[in-house]
């Protein structure tokens, strides 16, 4: 782990979704959460406002949705590493959701601290993970 914190916003329209997620963000070593949105246009926003390094990323959302917010914050910031989670597994999720630009997409149960560490550090490739 990098000597600074990793900064990482979470986005999901679920309110108890998004508590559990902060307590494990900041359960886990070396990691922080730095924002928290509601839709997809919220995230875009944030993500712009706080540059995260990492953003666990809800697919189904109101408003533009997590699949067309990935793509336009990896747009803006390519160096972002960016999550998608659902409660769906992930051959259910629409095929837009593996060429977005996401490094992961995770079932929403999996999500850990030790996952999140996994995720961080597995190396960079062009095709999402499924499995971290």
Not at 104 to 127: C, D, F, H, N, Y
């Amino acid at each position: 782990m990098p000597s600074s914190r990793i900064r990482v916003l979470t986005a999901d329209d679920h309110v108890d979704f998004l508590t559990t997620a902060r307590a494990l963000v900041d359960a886990a070593p070396g990691f922080e959460t730095v924002a928290e949105a509601c839709c997809g246009e919220e995230a875009v926003e944030a993500a712009a406002r706080h540059r995260p390094d990492l953003v666990l990323m809800d697919v189904h959302m109101p408003g533009i949705g997590g699949i067309e917010a990935a793509r336009r914050i990896l747009a803006a910031r390519p160096e972002t590493l960016l999550a998608l989670v659902s409660v769906y597994a992930p051959d259910d999720l629409p095929a837009e959701a593996w060429t977005c630009g996401a490094r992961a997409i995770l079932p929403k149960e999996r999500l850990r601290p030790g996952v999140l560490a996994r995720l961080w550090v597995s190396p960079r490739s062009t095709r999402p993970l499924t499995r971290v």
